[in-house]
């Protein structure tokens, strides 16, 4: 399949929230420079972060008119120059810090781009590399939780989307009696 | 941040409450301890081999919903991961 040269994206137009969040049809397709590749977007995941950064509450995050999202799987399409490990036709999941996962096609850092576990559809592979590790790291290393203690999950329903239950079940697996409180 | 703001000084942490509080955003966790992030990726590749993390099943939005779907978000309307398919 052939890369066409514009591409349907979701545009942020002003910090005023996801209201000003557009869908435009003639995005340029990002062309993959050194070190990078670039994604047939199958899925982009959505994260509160999208929010923070339509609020214009994100540690350095982008100013408008910006395209949205980062957080995407998918296939690589194409490479830059100086990647190696990474061809045409491998399936990815992975964060770019300069957005644009809400679109068609996406660049990422080769560095970024985690395979999407065998067997597992591109869309379910989406928050191995946000939801999990940030709910795994609260859990271990910074939390330094051991096995007998208790831990309240805020908002384990919902959002940040899908962390509070990315951190019940590595809680489960730590063998502790996760508690997930009602809202945030 | 997700919470909310919810200002508290050290002389409180001193003196009323106690507590340990640790901020984490992944992305700065990244920059600032890439070797703590290796360990934790390496620890979930680990958990999905074993069968502990499954796939995700996460609801899924047309592209042209993204912003509803973002709204949803902020609202607290909605239960788990969300997906945008262009």
Redesign the interface.
């Known amino acids: 399949m052939s890369i066409p040269a514009t591409?349907?994206?979701?545009r942020q137009t002003s910090l005023n929230?996801?209201?000003d969040?557009?869908?435009i049809i003639d995005a340029p397709v990002p062309v993959p420079g050194p070190g990078e590749v670039l994604v047939r977007?199958?899925?982009?995941?959505?994260n509160?972060g999208?929010?923070?950064q339509?609020r214009g509450?994100f540690?350095g995050g982008p100013h408008p008119p910006y395209l949205?999202?980062f957080e995407a799987a998918g296939e690589i399409v194409a490479v830059g120059e100086a990647v190696t490990g990474l061809e045409p036709g491998a399936r990815v999941i992975g964060?770019g810090?300069g957005g644009g996962a809400?679109?068609?096609y996406m660049l990422l850092p080769a560095a970024a781009a985690?395979p999407v576990?065998a067997g597992?559809?591109a869309?379910?592979?989406?928050?191995?590399?946000?939801?999990?590790?940030?709910a795994?790291?609260?859990l271990?290393?910074?939390?330094g939780i051991a096995a007998g203690q208790t831990v309240l999950i805020?908002?384990a329903?919902?959002?940040?989307?899908?962390r509070g239950?990315a951190g019940h079940?590595?809680g489960r697996?730590l063998r502790r009696a996760g508690r997930r409180s009602p809202?945030? | 941040v997700p919470g909310g703001e919810a200002p508290v000084t050290n002389w409180e942490l001193v003196y009323e409450h106690q507590v340990h509080v640790i901020g984490l955003n992944i992305g700065v966790l990244i920059q600032a301890a890439p070797q703590i992030f290796g360990e934790v990726m390496a620890e979930l590749f680990a958990l999905i081999a074993a069968g502990v993390l499954t796939p995700v099943r996460p609801a899924v939005y047309e592209l042209a919903d993204g912003p509803k779907a973002l709204a949803e978000l902020e609202a607290r309307a909605t239960v788990g991961k969300l997906a945008l398919r262009p």
């Not at chain 1, 271990?140 to 939390?143: C, M, Q, S």
């Open positions: 591409m349907r994206a979701l929230g996801p209201q969040l557009c869908l977007v199958a899925a982009a995941g959505v509160f999208d929010i923070s339509a509450t540690l949205a999202g964060v810090i809400f679109a068609e985690v576990p597992w559809a869309e379910a592979a989406l928050g191995l590399v946000v939801n999990w590790p940030t795994l790291a609260a271990k290393p910074l939390g805020h908002a329903a919902g959002d940040p989307p899908g239950q079940r590595p697996r809202g945030h």
